[in-house]
């Protein structure tokens, strides 16, 4: 960008109007665009946080890529960090047309005068476009674009996406992050906790999860409840409790961490025995680079221009 200035600077004319003009415009289609999902400097992989134990605290750790999703400053659901602009969180988390915003770089829901926090407005949501929220949710996933960029620091990193061919195996350790409900046998009176919580969960089979949801539903069985697209995980005790909607379900995977699920279906903090429901990351992989590297805006301004050299070529060659 800097080559760029010096060439189409006051300071560097050269000589015709229209040479000038073609120069200019070659060098900016030529330009590459910008990088997205936070790469590395050798561009090889995606940049991925780590959670880390903060030296005053012993057990509680810090992950980095939590979110709190607000509306007028109170918490409504979690999320996940996975770009400098972009976080995933739950549709059906989405309330209408409702100013929201994101705190990211604290463990404490409200981190008063904490100078890590950061409150950033959302500038647009994406649901996905195959979401249907009645009894069991279906594609319960959305795209939060922010109004300004993140600079990652220690506080404040993304998760990696999984490969989207990516199998996670029934068993697999993960981990579990919010600021959920602290009763888990009770709905009333359920309050959200001052500090970021953490459980460890392992990944439940989809055919056992779907066995153990239509133990309580009217659903025959041969209608599946748990589809290829959603995820179960449990440690049948704290489970989902610890956890908000719309949070992630965190996995380490090789020294990798990844997204692995967003938080979808509450009920198990009502009953513990039910396994919490997750959206399968895997299956979105794709939608949601393809919204993240949306490529209309450039590919309309290389059209335009395209039209705007043919139209300096038929200007007379004096100029």
Known sequence: MAALSSLCGLGAWPGSLRHWVLTCFVTLLLLPPPSNLGDKEDHDQPVCGKPWWPDNLEKSRHWPWEVSLRIQNKHVCGGALIDINWVVSAAHCIQGNKEYSVMLGSSKLQPEGSSRALKIPVADIIVHPKYWGRNFIRSDIALLRLESPVTFNKHMQPICLPEQGFSLKAGTQCWVTGWGKTKQHSSDNLTLTPELREAEVFILDNKKCDHIFHKTSFYPQVIPLIRSNMLCATNYGENACYGDPGGPLACEIDGRWILAGVLSWE??????????????????????????????????????????????????AGL
């Open 267 to 316: 009920k198990a903090c009502i009953k513990p025995q039910n396994p919490a429901v997750y959206t399968r990351l895997t299956k979105y992989t794709r939608w949601i680079k393809e919204e993240v590297n949306h490529v209309a805006p450039p590919a309309l301004c290389q059209a335009s221009c395209l039209l705007s050299l043919f139209w300096l070529l038929q200007l007379p």
